[in-house]
């Protein structure tokens, strides 16, 4: 056990893809590549061995129950409860009338739809966008959690004390981890089919990227791990939205959708410009501008004008993605009913769009809205 934590005994080219190092350089870049494999991999495991296979299980289950309910028979897993295999999709069981005549009102029933319909397309899609949106909705409680955790024994005062060195080795992982994650989110933006606000994701994700490395690189990790924080609680609630939209929760799906956006509208933006105001204000206040590289003092008028910039440019894109948000609710409220303005029901999702569409019920609050986190 001993050799797998030994570093001296692995190849020296691989000791900066395992370890952290307390100076910035090429080693944090080596250190990135290992987490995004990870997150790669732990991505797929989670979505293969847990989401995918619980969101089938699930979703087949409520179609066997309504067609069960259809046929008139009192059992809805009745083809479960003969022992049949899930997947015998030819295997059909005969749901007989119990009104005294055995036989005269004979229905068929499959175990799951058949490969190919309609209904099996609109199962398997809602399969995998409820494991996409699991991972994330996973990912974003780590990520919070591990920042309350950071932040609660940072001090409350974001600038005294300025250059914040050296950094904890946990604050230093949290910070990798984040720079990571965007980075693969930005790999997957271009990787898959484009969406209608490709564009305004591709720009948060960069201006993220380069706030996350800027702050990290010149010291100001205090204020780095307060904004990481911040968005990551938003950022969680809309995936479980999702979750509960795919597997047909609907009254839970709109609560948690409503809660998102109260969410959304504290962090995104009042919090935010609270943060805002302070780099504006404070850090000429509090702070000397000067340029001292040997202590780790890179705070000049320019640097700080860079800072706030891209603070605001964050801010700019929240704000379409909250009017476009604030216009379904509206359309919503209006009975006019909620389309997702992401196009993300594309391909064979097109059947789901008009199952939905058809419902008294379609109006759901989280069936559309810009997705502002890593999707």
């Not at 009338?97 to 029933?109: D, F, I, W």
Request: glycine fraction near 6%.
């Amino acid at each position: 056990m001993d050799y797998l934590f030994d570093l001296n005994r692995l190849p020296s080219f691989l000791v900066p893809f395992v370890s952290l190092s307390y100076r910035i350089g090429y080693r944090d870049v080596c250190l990135i590549v290992t987490l995004i494999a990870i997150m790669a991999v732990l991505r797929d495991s989670a979505r293969l061995l847990l989401l995918e296979p619980f969101a089938n299980w699930k979703l087949t289950r409520d179609w066997r129950r309504r067609q069960a309910l259809k046929s008139g028979s009192s059992t809805p897993d009745a083809n479960a409860k003969k022992g049949e295999t899930p997947g015998s999709g030819d295997k059909i069981s005969r749901v007989t009338a119990s009104n005294g005549n055995v036989g005269n009102a004979e229905r068929l029933t499959a175990d799951r739809p058949a490969e190919g319909s309609l209904e099996a397309r609109r199962i398997r899609h809602a399969v995998v966008r409820f494991a996409e949106q699991g991972w994330q909705a996973i990912y974003y409680l780590v990520q919070w959690l591990l920042g309350i955790y950071i932040h609660y024994y940072l001090p409350s005062n974001l600038w005294a004390g300025y250059p914040h060195i050296p950094l904890a080795g946990i604050v230093k992982l949290y910070y990798l981890m984040q720079v990571s994650v965007y980075v693969h989110a930005v790999l997957l933006l271009n990787a898959e089919a484009h969406r209608k606000d490709h564009w305004q994701m591709m720009t948060h994700h960069i201006v993220t990227i380069i706030l996350i490395v800027a702050s990290y690189s010149y010291n100001f990790t205090r204020v780095g791990c307060l904004i990481m924080v911040i968005m990551d609680w938003c950022d969680l609630f809309l995936p479980l939205a999702k979750m509960l939209r795919y597997l047909s929760y609907q009254t839970a799906c709109d609560a948690t959708f409503v809660f998102w956006m109260l969410s959304w509208f504290v962090t995104r933006h009042a919090l935010f410009y609270k943060v805002i105001a302070s780099a504006y204000w404070d850090v000429p206040n509090e702070l000397e501008f000067g340029w001292w590289p040997e202590r780790g003092y890179w705070l000049t008028k320019e640097v700080h004008k860079v800072f706030v910039t891209l603070l605001v440019i964050l801010e700019v894109i929240q704000s379409i993605w909250t009017y476009v948000i604030f216009g379904i609710l509206y359309r919503v409220l209006k009975g006019e009913g909620a389309d997702d303005s992401r196009s993300d029901d594309e391909g064979c999702d097109f059947p789901y769009r008009k199952i939905q569409r058809s419902r008294k019920t379609g109006n759901c609050l989280c069936s559309a809205g810009p997705d502002p986190g890593l999707r």
